[in-house]
């Protein structure tokens, strides 16, 4: 044990010591007996005896905290805990008497030891169990708190290190999408496919800018989402109509980044659109949710390479979160996603 630590035992034991021995004195007349003198003797008396038994105590306390945990070995802790409690009161009851009776009154040690009785060790027992008491409840809510610190911390690091782990499954998902429509344009017009490439590098800078956010706000999340669209407008011409509702009143609301793109890949990926038969789009929004709903023409076998995140990377971000999860809804004829929105005073784990 640390020098300063030790110093600081001790001081709590004289203190502690005292206060009992001051508590025996003005309580039992016995302790008062023979004049101040006596009273003076048997209050330092008393209090060297309590500090033998806090010191003791407490060594034994902190031996069995280095082998016998109360939150891994309560069984053993409390066996141990019990059985050194009893060698301690028969060290120091004995001592104790053989001390007072000795010294004070010049009896033989023979004799002393024959004048001790079971109700001596039960008398001087009530001390050294409250003592243990104290020792033992701090010890074991010092383990119990950091048993907890130890399990928020680990569960930290796991969101930490999931989070990080869905935030940059996006970065190639996001890419590989994006370079399957620039493959389509490269034959159909070079001037667009010129663009697009424009296009795409800045929005992939934006994708890199929220990279450790788990959330942004919603007026950011549609400025990146109003020019995907532009990107896949420039596929899909009219084949795709797409509807934004009023956002404004709560662009301060919060929302996973490149939601709201992964949502429109999904429409796109597994929709037959053409001109005459253009798939519509519309994006609603209320104070707790954005809505995007579809008209649903299913491909018969999806003609793009799927990558399997969409929708799973979202509803994982979303219980990282601790919030409410994603609705999808199916009918006959459309599809649509709820996608709940983050207070701006929620708390979000910061990375």
Known sequence: MPRPALKYIIWVAVLVSLAISLFLVVVYPSHRANGWQGT????????????????????????LDKHYSWLHHTGKRMLFQFLGLIVVVYINATLAN?????????????????????????????????VTMFLVSKDFLKEWRESLLHAERLRYNNLQTRHAYLQNQIKPHFLFNSLNVLATLVHKDADQAEQFIHELSRLYRRLLEVDQQEAVRLSAEMEAFESYLFLVKMRFGASLVVS????????????????????????????????????????????????????????????????GIGLKNLYERYALLG?????????????????????????????
């Open 40 to 63: 003076l003797i048997s209050f330092f008396f008393n209090a060297l005896v309590g500090m033998m038994y806090f010191l003791m105590l407490w060594w034994l306390t902190n031996r």
């Open 98 to 130: 053989l001390l007072y009776g000795c010294l004070i009154y010049g009896k033989s040690i023979s004799l002393v030891m024959s004048q001790i009785q079971f109700r001596d060790y039960i008398n001087q027992s009530y001390i050294p169990i409250i």
């Open 244 to 307: 934004i509702g009023a956002y404004e009143r709560y662009q301060n609301q919060q929302i996973p980044p490149f939601t709201l793109q992964l949502l429109l890949e999904n429409v796109v990926k597994h929709n037959e659109m053409s001109r005459d038969r253009p798939v519509q789009v519309w994006l609603e929004f209320s104070e707790d949710w954005v809505v995007m709903r579809n008209t649903l023409s299913r491909k018969a076998a999806p003609v793009e390479s799927s990558t």
């Open 323 to 351: 919030t409410v999860t994603p609705e999808i809804e199916e009918k006959e004829n459309f599809f649509s996603v709820n996608i709940p929105l983050l207070s701006a005073k929620t708390t979000l784990p910061q990375s």
